[in-house]
């Protein structure tokens, strides 16, 4: 938003009537501050779908780790971070919606207002960062113990470490830029107030072009690993399509660069930061996706009720197949059932491939013994 010191200097009576008057002069001269046009049920549905998609996430994520590994890990307990600050930008969403609404025209908006909801803009700036940080952290420090055996030090586990870190720090600077933009600090959601305020380029525009660098990165990484595995193309292919899904926060993120470039160039920023807010919301939620999906593999081999469901579906696809002709031999189901006893003793055997598993993950590897004797030769 403009600076709007200026007023400071003008009497006392006419501050009170521009206080008073739209925050923003409109096109056609007129203002609706009472119930103004918006898109609030818009903001409800984004909200409550966000927070129950992002909640059902993590829910499985923890009942993978206690039910089946019956250990709570370092990424375990960063997922539980990344979800309390996803709570806490979302209530100030809320807050948002609740007023002055999303979609909401400033010139509809008394500037008296405005501090109110520069406020809560100001705070989910704030809160998107750790959110960012925490999901992509966990989404490293997993995978290094998806490919790479304890106490390995390979090329994977030092591109992820060093991504990891750098991004902390990254998200960590994005924060402080945000909390210290202007000085004083209530600049920040009080126009008028004396002070000055960091350029806009750098406190916004330049950290989300970064952002999406560093998605990249972290969408590449893992296929370099993926590509290597003793698994045929198929499996291959599924895996890598698992391990993609951060591609669409990477897309989110990528429209949010040019939300971020509207907000910055307009005036009206009540109405430009919802679509801002709408792309963060989604590549958030794309992220717990990534963060959250490699956990769900392990419910499906090895959950009774999905197995039942599986069961039950595959004995309804027999009769209706035994009707037309088709059987399925008896031996293969036998078979099967032998993979998911064998199974539920190691929960972390046999989800993608059979061949060279690390004892704690359900990625495959390679022959690591044998490449660290042949390095030691």
Known sequence: MIDLSAINALPPAVQQRLFEGPALASPDGISQFSNPPNWNSLGYGVAITGIVTVGVLVSVQIYSRLRYHRKFGLEDYITISALISFATFMAFVLRIVVSPGIFVHQWDIQLK????????????????????????????????????????????????????WVNVVFYTICMFL????????HKLWTPWAPGKCADVAMVYIIPACINVVFDFIILLIPQMVIWKLHASTAKKIGISALFAVGILATIAAGFRIRSTITFTEVEDVSYAVTELGLWAVAEMVAGFFALCLPHIPILFKHSPWIQKAISAIRSFSGQSSSRTGGSEPESAGRAGFGTFRK????PDASLFTDTHLSNRSFIPLSDVSASKNRSAV
């Open 113 to 164: 207002n405005m501090p109110d909801l520069l406020y809560n803009i100001t705070a989910t700036a704030i809160a998107y960062c750790p959110v960012v940080a925490f999901l992509k952290a966990g989404i490293l420090l997993h995978w290094t113990k998806l490919f790479v055996p304890t106490g390995y030090r390979n090329g994977f586990w030092w591109a992820c470490h060093i991504t990891l």
């Open 343 to 346: 199974a539920r003793r190691n």
């Open 178 to 185: 945000q909390i210290f933009a202007c000085s004083p600090r």
